[in-house]
Structures are given as structure tokens and as C-alpha cells.
């Protein structure tokens, strides 16, 4: 499964906009990008996937270019509740039975 | 609908005890897997069942850990004897994806917090 990299941490205020960029140099041509997010004492939620280009659902957006070698996680206005952990993870996920491989994720602070 | 629990939430026992981590999947979900994070580290994959079967156990650490699921629904983890590098967090996921063409996506109970004494 291709290796991602993305900041180890990201402070914001509530109210901004949040963009998490994470590279994935190194991603095959049945790899899917989703991004999973944790909040303490929790199991990781999923929260978006995509192939290219766009996709937007009720809780992100997820900015894919065109040559898939990155992934932009874009949240809209943020609350004090969006301080999670975001995990960008890349993989085959097509196939059932992919396993996930999370790295360190991007820890997301957001205050009032 | 039920989301993927857990049992229990908080386990502490001694070494060279046995625990067993229970996990209940989503209802209809023929996909279980197993992760765990210990100290400090990254969220690692353990196995994998599709229904009652093993299909990937390579994350499994040594052979102090039984995983099973009779009957294709709920699934134990067992440890033992239980050692002191075993402490962390163990997750069970599932997903309902047993063929198709939708992409798979699990879903993560909320973990269980295994300290070995």
C-alpha cells in the first residue's frame, strides 16, 4: 500500500477553514484516498473517500488532482468538536478485506 | 442501526493472565477485523475474517493471541499468557462488503483498553 505523509499537528479557530494535505507519491492506479477521523477514546470514523478530483459530502471535501500523487481533507468552518485526529490512509479499498494502515495522522486543535 | 461494540471498554490483569476482548459487528457484516495501538505507536492491523473464516492473519504478533469467530458473527480475541508489551488499545472494525461494486468501507467499534500489569 503507497506510504502517506501529513503534518503531525494543525492549530485552528473556530469558524476557519481547515485544509490537511497528505502525499501519496507513490499511489497505484486501483488505490482510493479516504481519511478516517478519531477523537479521544473513540475508534476511527470514516469520513470521506475519493478517486479524483472532488468529492464533497455533509461533513468534507476532499480535493484530489489530477495526478493523485497528494489529497487535500478541506473542513468548512470548524468547532471546538472537530478537534480529532485525521488519518489519511491510500489502498485498494475496491477490494473488501484491504488492510488499513494508519500512520501518525494529523492531530487537529481547534479552539474558541 | 447498532454500531460495532465492544467488551470490555477497560480490562487490567497481570501477566501471565489470559484475557479474551469480545466484538459484536455490525449486523449483516461479513467483514471483522482486528487492530490494536499500542503505547506510542500507530494503529496496527491484527486479522481479518470473512464470515467464520480467517482470511489474513499476518498482523497477528506471536501465537499468545487466538482470534475467533463461530458462527460468522461475534469475535474474540484472546491473549495468552497476557504480557506486559501487550497493553494498548485493541479495535474490532467491520464491513458489510463481500463482493460488489461499492468500495469497502469499516466501521470502527470503540476499542478496548487492555493494561497488563
Known amino acids: 500500500l503507497a506510504k502517506t505523509t501529513q503534518p503531525i499537528s494543525m492549530d485552528s479557530y473556530e469558524g476557519q477553514e481547515v485544509n490537511i494535505t497528505c502525499s501519496h507519491n507513490n499511489i497505484a492506479t486501483n488505490d482510493y484516498i479516504t481519511w478516517y477521523q478519531q477523537f479521544p477514546s473513540q475508534g476511527p470514523r470514516f469520513i470521506i473517500q475519493?478517486?479524483?478530483t472532488k468529492v464533497t459530502n455533509e461533513v468534507a471535501s476532499l480535493f484530489i488532482p489530477a495526478d493523485r500523487k497528494s489529497s487535500t481533507l478541506s473542513l468548512p468552518r470548524v468547532s471546538l468538536s472537530d478537534t480529532a485526529v485525521y488519518y489519511c490512509l491510500v489502498g485498494p479499498f475496491e477490494q473488501a478485506g484491504t488492510a488499513l494502515i494508519f500512520g501518525k495522522g494529523t492531530t487537529l486543535s481547534v479552539s474558541s | 442501526e447498532a454500531g460495532v461494540t465492544q467488551f470490555p471498554s477497560h480490562s487490567v490483569i497481570e501477566k501471565g493472565q489470559t484475557v479474551t476482548l469480545r466484538c459484536d459487528p455490525i449486523?449483516?457484516?461479513?467483514?471483522l477485523y482486528w487492530y490494536r495501538r499500542v503505547m506510542g505507536k500507530e494503529i496496527k492491523f491484527l486479522l481479518h475474517f470473512v464470515k467464520e473464516s480467517k482470511q489474513d492473519e499476518s498482523g497477528m504478533p506471536n501465537n499468545r493471541f487466538l482470534a475467533e469467530r463461530t458462527g460468522g458473527t461475534y469475535s474474540t480475541l484472546k491473549v495468552q499468557p497476557a504480557e506486559l508489551e501487550d497493553s494498548g488499545v485493541y479495535f474490532c472494525?467491520?464491513?458489510?462488503?463481500?463482493?460488489?461494486?461499492?468500495?469497502?468501507?469499516?466501521?470502527f467499534g470503540p476499542g478496548t483498553r487492555l493494561t497488563v500489569l
Open positions: 449486523s449483516g457484516h461479513d467483514n
Open positions: 472494525a467491520s464491513s458489510p462488503l463481500a463482493g460488489g461494486s461499492s468500495t469497502d468501507t469499516q466501521y
Open positions: 475519493g478517486y479524483k
